[in-house]
Antibody, heavy 123, light 106 residues
């Protein structure tokens, strides 16, 4: 069974930093493209960024609102995805989900999701 | 960025109704469109990918159609478990989501 478990959320002041983790199990993590998707309280879904599998180059892509502030990385030996968030703003307050991208053969849709972790940016 | 516009934003329906949700893209996305269902406090769940392909385990009352810029999600006979919010998402370029359609009990 595929499992994605996020951790690391919490309360942080504007301008601060936080690192989220996503522990993966039940599938071959190293073969998967992984994304982070966030959802502000009461709002819709917003893609944050992705990291491709190493066999596909291991490169990253980011949405404009977070580019230059957020960094996605992966440790395939630990089956773990990371999201380093710097220079946080109040508008980054959201539940952050990690997802697989097209792993089950569903082209590049987001097929498996974690339960999410809440990040609150407030003074 | 490709903008995705869903309509309606809220839909009131009864069990057994046929329900249709529309999603429009600001430019052609071929068939690179997915639909998700989200219930309060839960992660989204993939229903449909590549505009019309049903994800494994998803009931056949859900179907998707369309290509280019116009897409629809249809629930043929609404069930109690289907009251939720539905999102479309394009992946022709960097992923973007529609604003969501909340399906409420009439």
């Amino acid at each position: 069974e595929v499992q994605l478990v996020e951790s690391g959320g919490g309360l942080v002041k504007p301008g601060g930093s936080l690192r989220l983790s996503c522990a993966a199990s039940g599938f071959t993590f190293s073969n998967a493209w992984m994304s982070w998707v966030r959802q502000a309280p009461g709002k819709g879904l917003e893609w944050v960024g992705r990291i491709k599998s190493k066999t596909d180059g291991g490169t990253t892509d980011y949405a404009a609102p977070v580019k230059g502030r957020f960094t996605i990385s992966r440790d395939d030996s630990k089956n773990t995805l990371y999201l380093q968030m710097n220079s946080l703003k109040t508008e980054d307050t959201a539940v952050y989900y990690c997802t697989t991208e097209g792993y089950s053969g569903s082209s590049h849709s987001f097929d498996y999701w974690g339960q999410g972790t809440l990040v609150t940016v407030s003074s | 960025d490709i903008q995705m516009t869903q309509s309606p934003s809220t839909l009131s329906a009864s069990v057994g109704d046929r329900v249709t949700i529309t999603c429009r893209a600001s430019q052609s996305i071929s068939s690179w469109l997915a639909w998700y269902q989200q219930k309060p406090g839960k992660a989204p769940k993939l229903l449909i990918y590549k505009a019309s392909s049903l994800e494994s385990g998803v009931p056949s009352r859900f179907s998707g159609s369309g290509s280019g810029t116009e897409f629809t999600l249809t629930i043929s006979s609404l069930q109690p478990d289907d009251f939720a919010t539905y999102y479309c998402q394009q992946y022709n370029s960097y992923p973007t989501f529609g604003g969501g359609t909340k399906v409420e009990i009439k």
